[in-house]
């Protein structure tokens, strides 16, 4: 790797703020609000419902498409983060 492109990866790395803090109390909500804009509990609560049926849609989608062949190309997942792992236990 180059000199400069090193240089400009560190800079990025010194600059990122970690505003979810993984490990510390609270990081769940801090993801999801952070992640998902999420500003209420309410607004929590009906966002994780949707984030994990998309999420688990997605999964089905995948098994189908390896086993069965493309069921949709129509179908995607409409957010740009998953859910948190812990949020999937006692999923439906």
Not at 6 to 29: H, I, M, N, P, S
Not at 34 to 42: E, G, L, M, Q, R
Not at 44 to 58: F, L, P, S
């Amino acid at each position: 790797m180059s000199r400069q492109l090193r240089a400009k990866q560190d800079t990025l790395v010194e600059k990122y703020v970690d505003e979810v803090e993984f490990g510390k109390q609270g990081y769940r909500e801090r993801y999801y609000q952070t992640k998902f804009f999420i500003k209420n509990n309410a607004q929590m609560d009906e966002m994780q419902k949707n984030i994990r049926k998309a999420y688990i849609e997605g999964l089905d989608w995948v098994f189908k498409y390896y086993y069965k062949g493309c069921v949709s190309w129509e179908w995607y997942y409409p957010y740009h983060y998953a859910p948190m792992a812990v949020d999937l236990i006692n999923c439906d």
